[in-house]
Every structure is written in C-alpha cells, then in structure tokens.
C-alpha cells in the first residue's frame, strides 16, 4: 500500500521560505517519480515539481529557481525547499508517487500530468 506523508507547512510572509517533506513508501515502482503538487481555493491542482528515482528533476515555470526538490533514498524522504515565497504560492501541497515516465513526460511537455497517488497534503499559507 502507497502511504504518502507530508509535513512542514506553515504561515509565511512574502519572501520567506519553508521546507516540505514527504516520507514515501509502500510502492514498487523500480523507476518512479515522487511529485509535488498544489491545490489553492478554487483553482485546479497544479504540478510543481517531480524527481525520479535516477535524480532528475522538472519544476514549472511558475517556481523554477525558487523551489528546490530533493531526496533521501535511505530515508524514503522527498524534500521541497521553497523559497522566495509569494501570496501565490498559497495553497495546500501534495506529495505523490507515480511511475519515472511521468517525470520525462512533463520534462518534455513543460507540465505535469496529475500522478497516481496523493498524500492528505499540507497547508502552505504566504501572508503579504
């Protein structure tokens, strides 16, 4: 069984940064991609950002250069360093799991298709 935990939301001002993680486990993939993506109030949930199980990485343009993901395969940890953050960037954020071909696909389309499964998310709150 997927189990997807996120931890590290909080209230921010514009500017400041926060650190999300994700333990994930419980899936079997070999090539995988662990995701973030994000939900605000009554907007479509969009993908961030996404690493593969080979270390590459996609981020959208909406958070390239100020968002980090990385990962600690011995502790099945999935980071999101963000930073610089905007009122934008407000939204409830969920790590998810899916194969690596996910990954490439939104590398070459520049966007990133939902995944197959999410955790219960983290409210992510940047106050201007």
């Known amino acids: 069984e997927v189990q997807l935990v996120e931890s590290g939301g909080g209230l921010v001002q514009t500017g400041g940064s926060l650190r999300l993680s994700c333990e994930a486990s419980g899936f079997t993939y070999d090539d995988y991609a662990v995701g973030w993506f994000r939900q605000a109030p009554g907007k479509e949930r969009e993908g961030v950002s996404c690493?593969?199980?080979?270390?590459?990485?996609y981020y959208s343009n909406a958070v390239r250069g100020r968002f980090t993901i990385s990962s600690d395969k011995s502790k099945n940890m999935v980071y999101l360093q963000m930073n610089d953050l905007k009122p934008e960037d407000t939204a409830v954020y969920y790590c998810?799991?899916?194969?690596?071909?996910?990954?490439?696909?939104?590398?070459?389309?520049?966007?990133?298709?939902?995944?197959?499964?999410y955790g219960q998310g983290t409210q992510v709150t940047v106050s201007s």
């Open positions: 998810a799991v899916d194969g690596g071909w996910k990954l490439r696909k939104a590398q070459a389309r520049n966007e990133m298709d939902p995944f197959d499964s």
């Open positions: 690493i593969g199980s080979d270390d590459t990485v």
